[in-house]
């Protein structure tokens, strides 16, 4: 156990595997020692079908939380022991149904001495224990079904990641990562348009002189994301989210939230009442980014890009 009081729990994996392993082993001696032809790895399957009808290999898959090529092979391995057979229902002859033979049914009777015993030693062993095992698993699966463990990883991942990242202000030598980072997301899914060259080309009379505001994100103090807050002229919308971009070998560091979230407390410290930015639905991640921050989906607006098709609002605290 000392590989794992060095590890901790990152070796969660390998200690159960080595837990089942060992219960495994320890089984098939057990159904040796009742003198049953039987595999542990079988069991589930066997016990589905010895406590009710016969039942097609999709029912018992679900039933028992396997995948259909596991109970498929477990069946056809059952099967050449002549615990089980398969039939074509009768009333639907596209399924075919599993059940217990002769053989397998006269099992079912023969292994309940054996049932009986191998739980009263895990009775035993639970008695001498300090925590619940099945109860502890319980909770595993409950909480595992609810976020799986890459999903609670990539999370921590994101995490991590993101506190490595900084937002600055734009500066004069963040121009060139302004127009580059924006020209690769829309050269690779569109064309640059005429309002674009005009942001991109001079970032400094189009959008800060005008009272916008332009963040850069740095990672390992490289530019790998920005965002401007453009000042609008208009009666119904402050501010217009625009020209957010994030490096491909940035992504996943949570930057564009980040970026975002610097957009949105800039504009409330400025006192204005709302966001307005444009995209296409095509930009899954920017779209579901958007949703995340809180934008609504408006329509009805005239619009100098030929690629947007989707127009959204956020709504600003008063």
């Known amino acids: 156990m000392e590989f794992f009081n060095k590890t901790g729990k990152v070796a969660l994996g390998s200690r159960l595997r080595m837990l089942t392993e060992k ?65 074509k229902d009768k009333t639907d002859g596209r399924r075919n149904m599993v059940s217990l033979t002769k053989k397998g049914l006269e099992i079912t009777v023969k292994i309940q001495d054996q049932l009986t015993d191998v739980n009263t030693a895990i009775e035993a062993i ?16 409950y909480l595992l079904e609810q976020q799986s463990l890459l999903s609670r990883v990539v999370e921590a991942h994101k995490k991590r990641e993101a506190g490595k990242v900084t937002i600055v202000d734009y500066q004069p030598k963040y121009k060139a990562a302004f127009k580059a980072l924006n020209e690769e997301w829309i050269a690779r899914w569109f064309k640059l348009e005429a309002a674009d060259h005009k942001s991109l080309d001079h970032p400094e ?15 390992n103090d490289e530019p790998v994301g920005v965002c401007a807050l453009v000042k609008m002229d208009d009666p119904d919308y402050d501010y217009e989210l625009a020209k957010m971009a994030v490096s491909p070998k940035a992504q996943g560091k949570s930057i564009g939230f980040l970026l975002g979230q610097a957009i949105i407390a800039k504009a409330t410290s400025l006192g204005a009442r709302n966001i307005y930015l444009e995209s296409n639905t095509i930009l899954k991640p920017a779209i579901s980014l958007y949703n995340k921050l809180g934008f609504k989906k408006i329509a009805g607006r005239a619009t100098p890009y030929e690629r947007c098709n989707i127009q959204m609002e956020l709504i600003l605290p008063v």
């Open 23 to 87: 219960i495994t082993e320890d089984a098939a001696q057990i159904y040796q020692l009742y003198n049953i032809e039987m595999q542990p790895k079988w069991f589930p399957v066997f016990y589905v079908l010895s406590v009710g009808e016969e039942k097609t290999i999709t029912a018992i898959a679900k039933e028992i939380g396997h995948s259909h090529p596991s109970v498929s092979k477990i069946i056809g391995e059952m099967g050449k022991k002549g615990l089980v057979v398969e039939k």
């Open 126 to 141: 639970s008695a001498q224990t300090t925590h619940d095992l099945w109860k502890a698993m319980e909770e595993w699966e």
């Open 205 to 219: 009379e189009n959008i800060l002189k005008k009272g916008g505001h332009i963040f850069v994100a740095l990672y």
